[in-house]
């Protein structure tokens, strides 16, 4: 069984930073992508950051030039710096991971909360 973890979130002030860490265990083989999605109220999740096997990362227009994602093929672990936050980037932020050989699944994280507010 596959198990994500997400750590990370908490209250923050504007143009303050955090780091959302994510952990995949169990049986899991050949991760392809590793992604960051986040969901506020009332709002569709939408996708934050991603990064590839081979370091290869996209990202929403909303957080270009303030959020880095990382990963560690080693660990199974990625990652998620986030500067010059601002209150719009209040959600719920959900780790993703796209692994398998021959009919790859999608596995989600229960997600952490991030909270940008004076």
């Known amino acids: 069984q596959v198990k994500l973890v997400e750590s990370g979130g908490g209250l923050v002030q504007p143009g303050g930073s955090l780091r959302l860490s994510c952990v995949a265990s169990g049986r899991i083989f050949n991760i392809i992508s590793m992604d960051w999605f986040r969901q506020a109220p009332g709002n569709q999740r939408e996708l934050v950051a991603s990064v590839t096997r081979d370091g290869t990362t996209a990202y929403a227009e909303s957080v270009k030039g303030r959020f880095t994602i990382s990963r560690d093929n080693a660990k199974n672990m990625v990652y998620l710096q986030m500067n010059s936050l601002k209150p719009e980037d209040t959600a719920v ?17 229960q997600g952490t909360q991030v909270t940008v507010s004076s």
């Open 93 to 109: 932020y959900y780790c993703k991971v796209r692994a398998g050989v021959i009919s790859p699944l999608d596995y989600w994280g």
